[in-house]
């Protein structure tokens, strides 16, 4: 059998296989429609001959990590984005008691203010 020509859809399709079964040279070859021996030299060594095509196992790890690394922005977008709420909330709680006891030092002055001009009107 004759060399297989490398090119991008076939590395692709390498890659496909291994995310399917990561290690499994077999698979990969199968899904890619290469022999065992090229999905086992991409798996490790990767085209040398080709910058884009670095050693599979390498590409599966950097996405894993990226994978992580866009997981743990998110769940820190998250907890900043719940810290704000719960301060806006706590904001919202010291208002509202300071305008409740605003409401209630009013109506004690305004009570005050009818008893006098109640006792002004009970004694005239």
């Known amino acids: 059998m004759g060399r297989r020509r490398l090119t ?14 990561p290690g499994n040279h077999a698979h990969a070859a199968r899904i890619a429609g290469c ?9 490790e060594d990767g085209w040398k001959e080709y910058t884009y095509a ?16 866009q997981r743990s922005r998110i769940l820190e977008e998250e907890r900043t984005k719940k810290s704000e709420e719960r301060e806006e909330a706590r904001k919202d709680a010291i208002q509202a008691r300071s305008q409740e006891a605003q409401a209630a030092q009013r109506a004690g002055v305004n009570a005050l203010a009818m008893a006098n001009i109640i006792g002004k009107i009970v004694l005239a």
């Open 8 to 21: 991008q859809e076939l590395y692709d399709r390498l890659v496909e296989g291994y995310r399917e079964s």
């Open 35 to 43: 022999g065992w021996k090229l999905a086992k030299r991409s798996w």
């Open 54 to 69: 670095i050693p599979i196992k390498d590409q599966l790890q950097a996405d894993k990590e990226g994978a992580r690394l």
